[in-house]
């Protein structure tokens, strides 16, 4: 059984004692967006001795990890147990816990994946051709003083929530997936450079 548990200044995790089994144990934490932390331990098969309980982690509350598990009030842990002996006699039994980890998605994967979504979309952009690209007001304003001015002042697209873009749809397009992720297609620079320029030079 895994223990979980915190103390004045730490969070511990632990396994309970299983007697007579000596246990090689990789355990593995991950919580939010930080790098995991892995460890191998090896359990000694005896309930007498610490009470036959193996420590895995002690993460500190203030640390990064500490801090995280708190405000996430929650964590993934992985575990992969190999049965090394039992009272003595070899065994290559392996027992797998746990899910496989994958690393949480970055912030400009969450925003390229909002973006996509339209999620909780609040203002359109339309391009020269009237194809409409539903954005975040908040973020654009954030990105963009000129958006910002747009959809917070006192012109016409704050109260409508629409904005004629001059701009060919590739290209607003384009535009937006730089504002949200800081990230633009190499290929695209070659085709589009010089209207994204002029995109990026107006709109700051």
């Known amino acids: 059984r895994l223990n979980f548990f915190s103390e004045s200044s730490s969070y511990i995790f632990e396994l309970d004692a299983l007697e007579n089994y000596i246990l090689s144990i990789r355990a593995k934490l991950l919580c939010g967006g930080l790098a995991p932390i892995s460890v191998v331990v090896q359990s ?4 007498g001795f610490d009470g036959g309980r193996t420590q895995l982690f002690s993460v500190d509350h203030s640390s990064p990890l500490g801090r995280t598990i708190q405000e996430n009030d929650g964590f993934v842990l992985s575990l992969q147990i190999t049965i090394v002996s039992v009272a003595g006699m070899c065994t290559g039994t392996m027992l797998e816990m746990g899910r496989e980890l994958r690393p949480s998605p970055s912030l400009a994967e969450d925003l390229q994946r909002s973006l996509k979504s ?4 609040d203002v359109t952009l339309k ?3 009237g194809h409409a690209f539903p954005a975040h007001r908040q973020l654009l304003a954030m990105r963009s003083p000129v958006l910002k001015a747009m959809f917070y002042g006192s ?6 929530g629409i904005a004629r873009i001059s701009a060919s749809s590739a290209s607003l397009q384009h535009f937006l997936q730089c504002i949200y992720t800081d990230q633009i297609d190499v290929d695209v620079v070659e085709f589009r450079g010089s209207e994204l320029f ?7």
């Not at 000694?44 to 309930?47: L, T």
């Not at 012109?155 to 409508?160: K, Q, T, W």
């Not at 002029?198 to 700051?204: A, F, H, P, S």
């Open 198 to 204: 002029e995109l990026g030079t107006q709109y700051e």
């Open 127 to 129: 391009s020269n051709e």
């Open 118 to 121: 339209n999620d909780f979309a």
């Open 155 to 160: 012109m016409s697209e704050a109260r409508s």
């Open 44 to 47: 000694n098969g005896r309930k």
